[in-house]
């Protein structure tokens, strides 16, 4: 009767909200096709197999990403994923993570598509959704750049109030390193911006991103210590957590302002900056989740050379 149930419960409550990862506990009764619609979200950052089950339930699948934000996270190193499609007759350029995702195979399924150029080549995306209502200038500008071809159409209006920071920039903080990608002059510099915008009686609308785990960790000690949260927000613990990460964790929020704290200070940190700069993903991410304002924190002298963040220096001024 475990078809009856769902139906009954579907009755009362017509859409349920879960992750791939339950499917398989709340629905492995089901026979395929047992259920009408399935709507994925955020299916760049799926490997293609994680909706494989939801997807046999389910007569119809509407599939929604983008594969140049945040890239599925993969554990297995890339050799052995290889060799494992090679064992089984997959082509890992369709179905690999973390180059393919639940979005890109959902795009090479579509009847229609379009072409984006990219590189020397380009790349099929099954109906692509270019009209952009989140973010003002510059970092619309900077994300259709680095990621779209400049094809995306601006349909927010700018608000003409000047935030209390002034204009999106780039904050160029010359630091002493470490220990590894962490520099206390950044998060110094940071807490002085956050206790201007207190004192000019913001709200704390804001998120802190970082590309590196080790300084997102130091971000949230060096503000509960300084007491700037203390009586602007409930509770500040649960706020850096939520509030201040890596920007793998921030994909699909927005927030007013963004502060984006680079670190990896030291000249010998090229590897560093150049992952975090090769591709679009992470810099398109981090972006474009400032409606209004973005700040980047960091040593422009290093970071600038960095991939896309060549992109991020011609548009925001000192």
């Known amino acids: 009767m475990i078809a009856d149930l769902w139906a009954s419960f579907f009755l009362v409550v017509p859409l349920i909200s879960t992750t791939f990862a339950s499917v398989n506990r709340m629905f492995s009764r089901l026979p395929t096709e047992a259920l009408g619609w399935l709507l994925v979200d955020e299916a760049g950052q799926a490997v293609p197999q994680a909706a494989v089950g939801a997807m046999m339930r389910t007569k119809r699948s509407v599939v929604v990403g983008d594969p140049l934000q945040i890239e599925p996270v993969v554990t297995l190193p890339y050799s052995l994923t290889e060799e494992i499609c090679a064992f089984f007759g997959v082509d890992p350029l369709k179905y690999n993570a973390p180059d393919a995702s639940v979005q890109t195979v959902a795009d090479a399924a579509s009847g229609y598509c379009a072409k984006f150029p990219i590189g020397s080549g380009h790349r099929d995306v099954g109906a692509p959704l270019l009209v952009h209502r989140r973010c003002d200038s510059p970092m619309f500008d900077i994300s259709n750049e680095i990621a779209y071809s400049n094809l995306m159409v601006q349909a927010k209006t700018s608000s003409n109030a000047i935030p209390i920071l002034g204009s999106s920039c780039w904050l160029d903080v010359v630091g002493k390193p470490g220990p590894d990608k962490w520099c206390a002059d950044e ?79 030291a000249k010998s940190q090229n590897g560093a900056r150049n992952w975090a700069g090769s591709r679009p993903n992470l810099a398109n991410v981090a972006v474009t989740r400032a409606k209004t304002s973005l700040y980047v924190i960091g040593n422009r002298s290093l970071w600038k050379t960095a991939g896309v963040f060549s992109v991020l220096h011609r548009y925001l001024s000192d």
């Open 187 to 265: 998060a110094a510099l940071l807490i002085d911006m956050l206790q201007k915008l207190r004192t000019g009686g913001a709200a704390a609308d804001l998120y802190i991103v970082t590309p590196f785990v080790i300084v997102q960790d130091n971000l949230r000690q060096e503000l509960l210590r300084s007491g700037v949260l203390r009586g602007w927000v409930d509770r500040p613990d649960a706020w850096v957590w939520e509030h201040v990460g890596t920007v793998h964790t921030v994909q699909g929020r927005e927030a007013g302002t963004v502060f984006f704290v680079l670190g990896a200070q």
